[in-house]
C-alpha cells in the first residue's frame, strides 16, 4: 500500500474510533452503488421519488427546516494567527476548534454509516485539479457529491499517485442549529462539519474545499481560486471566448452561464457554451494569459425563478436524474417551485399542504442538483486539462441604485479595486436579513480562506511582466427605476453587455472615459429590438457623481477596516478615483 492510501487509511481508523459508525462503506463512484444508496434513502424517507413519466430518476429531499441554507456565523476558519483569517471570516484557534467540534463527533455516527466519498475537483487528468476525500454519515451527502465531483475510484487512483488531498469531516449530527459548525484548518488542508445537511454546508468539495480551502492554496501556490461562472461567448465568426464572473449566491450565476441569446444575435450565429456556474480556479499559463476550469462536475442551483422563459438550459436538464431539495410538489408529484408557470403546488416544502398564507410553496433558497452534462449548452471544453482562456472577468452585484448596467476597469489594479468594493443586497443563500447592501469583494466574502486584505494584495500580484490579463468589468442587471421597476431586461439580454465586453478586449468598441471606469455610449451597445426607452438607457448609463463620491468615501471606509494588510496600491487607486468625481463636479 503507497504511504498516500496508508495515510487516508489511518485517518479513516481514527475518524471511525472517535465517531463509532455501525459500517464503513468506500464509495467507488458507480451506478450499481447508486442505485443501491438511492433505494435506501427512499426506503428511509431521506428521498422522494417524483413522478416517473415527467421526470425519470428524479428525487426530491426535504431537510429540516431549520437547515436549509449556509451558516456564516457558525463557519469558522482556524488559522493560527487569528490576523491570518481577518476580520472577514469567524475565527478560533485551532485547538481550542478541533476540541470543540470534536467533542460533538465522539460518538455521533453510532447506528449509522460512515461514507468514504475519494473525489477530484476538476477534470480527473487535469495538473490545475486538487483531490479531497470526504466522510460523511448522509447518504444525500454522497448522492449529492457523485453529482457535483469526479467522485469514486478514478479520484482514489489519482489520490495514491500524488500525494496530498484535502481531508473533509462531515457529520449530520442532530441537525441542531445550537450543535452546528463549519470549521476550516486551511493549514492542515482539514474541514470538519457537524450539525447541517445543506449544501454549501455539508457538500464539503463545494465551498468548503473548491473555495476556503482552495483559495488559501492558491495563494501560495500563485493561483486564484474564486466564486465565479465560466461561460464561452461564441462569435458568427466561430470564435469563442471565455468570460468568468463573480456575483454573489443567488444573484443569477447560473442564468449567466447558460444564457440563450436574443433573437437576433441568435440567428446571426452567436452561442454560449456552459463552463460552469458557481466556481472558478484560474492560473497562469505559459502565454501569460489565465487558464480555467470549473472544479466542479454538476451545478446546485437556485429553483425558484427558474423557467423555461428565464432559463430555457436549465430547465431542460432538470426533466431527469435531478435531486430537487425543498421545493413544493403538484399532485401528480412533479417537482414545482415559484416562477413556473404551470402546474399547482399541493404540498410546500416541508411537505405539508400547501396555503399561500403560509409562505411559498418552494423555499426560496430550494436547490437542484444536476449534472452538468445535462445542460444544453455544456461546453466541450469544460473536461480540457489545461482549461479555457479567460479574455474577461466581469465582477456584479444586486444594486437598486448608483451603480451604471456596466462599466470596464482601466487596467488591472482599477479592476481590482473595482472588485475589492463590490457591494450586493443579501438573498435567502444565507442565514439572516435579505436585501440588505453589504461589502462583498469578489463574492467572496464568504468564501476567502483568509484576510481579505492579503487576498487583494495577491490579486494585484498578478500583473507582472509579460502577463496577458483579462480586461475587468462591472455589471448590475438590477438597477430600477423610479417606479421601483427594473431597468435592464437581464437574462439572455445580458449577451448585449458582453458582447461590448468582448469588443472592448478586441479593441474594437467604443467607451467614454470617466472617474468610476469607461463606460459605453448608447451607441456601442447593441440594443436592437429591445423596447427600452432613451431615458432608460441614459440612466442605466448615467453616472451620478454626488452618489460615487459618498460611494468611494464608504470604500475608503472599508480597505481601512483591513488596516496595514489593504494594499497601499488600492488606497491610491481610490484617491486617484475620487480626486476625479471632485474634479468633475468643479467643472460641472
Ligand atoms: O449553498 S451553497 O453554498 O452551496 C450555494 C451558494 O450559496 O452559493
Ligand atoms: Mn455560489
Known amino acids: 500500500m503507497t504511504s498516500q492510501l496508508a495515510a487516508l487509511n489511518r485517518w479513516v481508523d481514527d475518524v471511525a474510533r472517535l465517531t463509532q459508525p455501525d459500517r464503513i462503506h468506500w464509495c467507488d463512484g458507480s451506478d450499481a452503488e447508486a442505485r443501491e444508496l438511492n433505494d435506501l434513502m427512499v426506503e428511509r424517507g431521506d428521498l422522494i421519488a417524483l413522478n416517473e413519466t415527467t421526470h425519470p430518476n428524479c428525487y ?38 478541533h476540541a470543540k467540534i470534536d467533542a460533538l463527533f465522539a460518538g455521533c455516527m453510532r447506528g449509522r454509516t460512515l461514507y468514504v466519498v475519494p473525489y477530484c475537483m476538476g477534470p480527473i487528468d487535469s495538473p490545475i485539479s486538487r483531490c479531497g476525500v470526504e466522510i460523511t454519515d448522509s447518504p444525500y451527502v454522497v448522492a449529492n457529491m457523485r453529482i457535483m465531483t469526479r467522485m469514486g475510484a478514478a479520484a482514489l487512483a489519482r489520490i495514491e499517485r500524488e500525494g496530498t488531498f484535502v481531508k473533509g469531516l ?82 443569477g450565476k447560473t442564468n449567466l452561464a447558460m444564457l440563450i441569446p436574443p433573437e437576433g444575435h441568435r440567428q446571426a450565429g452567436w452561442k454560449v457554451w456552459t463552463v460552469g456556474d458557481d466556481i472558478c480556479w484560474m492560473t497562469p499559463g505559459a502565454d501569460g494569459r489565465l487558464w480555467a476550469i470549473n472544479p466542479e462536475a454538476g451545478f446546485f442551483g437556485v429553483a425558484p425563478g427558474t423557467s423555461a422563459k428565464t432559463n430555457p438550459n436549465a430547465l431542460a436538464m432538470l426533466g431527469h436524474d435531478t435531486i430537487f431539495t ?73 444594486r437598486e441604485s448608483l451603480v451604471p448596467l456596466v462599466f470596464e476597469a482601466r487596467d488591472w489594479t482599477h479592476g481590482v479595486l473595482v472588485g475589492a468594493a463590490m457591494a450586493s443586497e443579501t438573498t435567502a443563500a444565507a442565514t439572516g ?111 451620478d457623481v454626488e452618489g460615487w463620491q459618498r460611494e468611494i468615501g464608504e470604500i475608503g471606509a472599508y480597505l481601512d477596516s483591513y488596516g496595514a494588510r489593504a494594499p497601499a496600491a488600492l488606497h491610491r487607486e481610490r484617491q486617484r478615483i475620487a480626486d476625479a468625481l471632485e474634479g468633475c463636479r468643479e467643472t460641472a
Open 60 to 97: 426530491l429531499h426535504r431537510s429540516n427546516p431549520s437547515d436549509v441554507a449556509r451558516v456564516e456565523h457558525l463557519t469558522l476558519v482556524c488559522t493560527p494567527e487569528r490576523e491570518d483569517a481577518g476580520p472577514n471570516n469567524h475565527w478560533m484557534a485551532p485547538a481550542e476548534a
Open 170 to 251: 462531515h457529520s449530520i449530527g442532530e441537525l441542531d442549529p445550537e450543535r452546528r459548525f463549519i470549521m476550516h484548518f486551511p493549514q492542515e488542508l482539514s474541514i470538519k462539519s457537524y450539525g447541517s445537511g445543506y449544501g454549501g454546508n455539508a457538500l464539503l468539495g463545494k465551498k468548503c474545499h473548491a473555495l476556503r480551502i482552495a483559495s488559501h492554496q492558491a495563494r501560495s501556490e500563485g493561483w486564484l481560486a474564486e466564486h465565479m461562472l465560466i461561460v464561452g461567448i461564441e462569435n458568427p465568426q466561430g470564435e469563442t471566448h471565455y468570460v468568468a464572473a463573480a456575483f454573489p449566491s443567488a444573484c
Open 326 to 398: 425543498n421545493v413544493g410538489v403538484t399532485a401528480d408529484n412533479q417537482p414545482w417551485w415559484e416562477g413556473l408557470p404551470e402546474g399547482t403546488p399541493v404540498k410546500d416544502w416541508q411537505g405539508r399542504d400547501f396555503d399561500p398564507a403560509r409562505g411559498p410553496a418552494a423555499h426560496p433558497n430550494s436547490r437542484f442538483t444536476v449534472s452538468a452534462k445535462q445542460c444544453p449548452s455544456y461546453s466541450p471544453h469544460t473536461e480540457d486539462a489545461r482549461g479555457v482562456p479567460i479574455s474577461a472577468i466581469v465582477f456584479g452585484g444586486r
Open 433 to 543: 436579513a435579505v436585501g440588505v447592501v453589504r461589502r462583498d469583494p469578489m463574492a467572496m466574502k464568504p468564501f476567502c480562506g483568509y484576510n481579505y486584505g492579503d487576498y487583494f494584495a495577491h490579486w494585484l500580484s498578478f500583473d507582472r511582466p509579460g502577463a496577458k490579463l483579462p480586461k475587468i468589468f462591472h455589471v448590475n442587471w438590477f438597477r430600477k427605476g423610479a417606479d421601483g421597476k427594473f431597468l435592464w431586461p437581464g437574462f439572455g439580454d445580458n449577451l448585449r453587455v458582453l458582447e461590448w465586453m468582448l469588443q472592448r478586449v478586441a479593441g474594437s468598441a467604443g467607451a467614454e472615459e470617466t472617474p468610476i471606469g469607461n463606460l459605453p455610449h448608447a451607441a456601442d451597445l447593441d440594443l436592437a429590438g429591445l423596447a427600452l426607452q432613451p431615458q432608460q438607457v441614459d440612466e442605466l448609463l448615467r453616472v
